[in-house]
């Protein structure tokens, strides 16, 4: 399995940045993807994820209605749009996979940091 986040970066606060998930090495299209983030000296924070066929999202409450998650399963990746930046928001952005029988998703990547800051 091979995951490869991207996108983060220095954003004003309002601002707008665009993550996306690149993976390999398992069938995309079975299964659900996430993405979770760890601010500094915090633990795991779920965001937001998407069913396999991508009809079905789920937002965490500090980020719904400013965050929207999306997947291409033809190039196997998954994005996450973020507007309306907090610097709350600052933070290690993670993409996640969930296997089948289970709860929680598992992140196999080394993560996109977001910095929001004026």
């Known amino acids: 399995v091979q995951v490869e986040e991207s996108g983060g970066g220095l954003a004003q606060p309002g601002g707008s940045l665009r993550l996306s998930c690149a993976t390999s090495?398992?069938?995309?299209?079975?299964?659900?993807m996430g993405w979770a983030r760890q601010a500094p000296g915090k633990g795991l924070e779920w965001v937001s994820g998407?069913?396999?066929?991508?009809?079905?999202?789920d937002y965490a409450d500090s980020v719904r209605g400013r965050f929207t998650i999306s997947r291409d399963n033809a190039k196997k990746t998954v994005d996450l749009q973020m507007n309306s930046l907090k610097p709350e928001d600052t933070a290690l952005y993670l993409c996640?996979?969930?296997?089948?029988?289970?709860?929680?998703?598992?992140?196999y990547g080394p993560g996109t940091q977001v910095t929001v800051s004026s």
């Open positions: 996640g996979i969930r296997w089948d029988h289970r709860d929680e998703y598992d992140y």
């Open positions: 090495g398992f069938t995309f299209t079975r299964y659900k």
């Open positions: 998407i069913g396999s066929d991508g009809s079905d999202t």
